[in-house]
């Protein structure tokens, strides 16, 4: 494969590999960058099971996947991250499901979205892009140590986003219950919460062989982008060097999460943040990729799981 960048699509990373044997969940999986990421480790062989919240777009997603005739196996189950209840309901079901899950990437989420609360009352894009992965994973956690033990690496992958130099992680009001809602500030912070998990995660795990990966997939026109209208557009662009933003096709924005996955080059390693198939460098002004260090800040990173943990009523990874 050329060096990988920012026009790597996901058969260049897939190409070659056999993930046989191997079983992978992509939550979000029912179209744009979930649906490629589930085709592509499923051509290599993968068992792969497609999680979304809408039962129809999950069915066609499948469908339209079980056409390609690709070699892995095919599953799905539904999932809403934004009902914490439904979510545990989802874990039982996989882990009766899977007893070893090798790779779980954390695809799903809102972006931009109105004001908005998950059923349990938190705000809609840190409720749904955080906290809800935040719980499957750890409920989770049983089946991905199982997998490590038989491979001797499981792998979590959390899709992050350059959005998150949007905003770093309020600790005194995340909900927006005193501050006025800002969509874009409240988006950023649920991404930095992304990142911040994966650090987190990768910390209490690493030693059970389940590495954690934060990865920033690339401007891509998806479903992701439903909320945004032409006065959004002009002020993300306005974010990047010269005003300008590039976008990605959706298999090159695919990418980074199949590279994440099952890249030999990131084996025993964690914690990291990842675009265009490769380790980010430290974000500057003068650049439009690149990861904030408080992203990555391992104070805050253990502050998010003390919090997440308050917030979900349950103890995780204590030994």
């Known amino acids: ?21 191997k079983v992978a969940l992509v939550t979000g999986a029912s179209a744009g960058l979930g649906i490629e990421t589930a085709r592509s480790l ?62 779980l990437i954390n695809n799903a989420g ?16 840190l409720g749904t892009n955080h906290l809800g992965h935040f719980l499957l994973t750890c409920l989770l956690l049983p089946a991905l140590r199982a997998a490590a033990q038989v491979s001797g690496e499981a792998r979590v992958i959390n899709l992050s986003s350059a959005g998150h130099r949007f905003a770093g992680m309020d600790f005194d009001d995340p909900d927006y219950q005193r501050r006025p809602y800002d969509k874009w500030q409240a988006y950023g912070q649920s991404k930095t919460a992304n990142a911040l998990f994966s650090v987190g995660l990768d910390a209490r795990t690493r ?30 662009a306005a974010s990047f060097p010269g ?9 090159q924005g695919a990418a980074t999460s199949v590279w994440a ?13 990842l675009e265009d198939c490769q380790i980010a460098e430290a974000a500057t ?6 990861v904030e260090s408080y992203a990555l800040d391992t104070a805050m990173a253990d502050r998010l799981w003390q919090l997440s943990q308050q917030w979900v009523g349950q103890t995780f990874c204590t030994n």
């Open 207 to 236: 030693a059970d062989g389940i590495r954690a990966f934060a990865v920033h997939p690339g401007a891509i026109m998806t479903e992701l982008g439903r909320h945004m209208n032409d006065d959004d557009m002009k002020q993300v």
């Open 261 to 273: 996955a099952t890249s030999s080059e990131l084996a025993g390693r964690g914690g990291l943040y």
């Open 243 to 251: 005003g300008k933003m590039r976008f990605k096709s959706i298999p």
């Open 42 to 103: 499923a051509s290599a062989g993968a068992t792969v099971y497609l999680l979304a919240r809408d039962r129809r777009k999950l069915d066609a997603a499948v469908s339209t996947l079980q056409a390609e005739s690709l070699a892995g196996q095919l599953e799905c189950a539904l999932l809403d991250l934004a009902d914490l209840d439904q979510v545990r309901t989802a874990a039982t079901g996989l882990l009766a499901a899977c007893p070893r899950i090798d790779l």
């Open 1 to 21: 494969m050329p060096n990988p960048g920012f026009e790597t699509t996901t058969s260049d990373i897939i190409s070659g590999q056999s993930l046989v044997g």
């Open 110 to 125: 809102v972006m931009a979205c109105p004001q908005g609360a998950t059923a349990q009352g938190h705000e809609l894009q």
């Open 285 to 290: 002004a003068d650049r439009a990729g690149g």
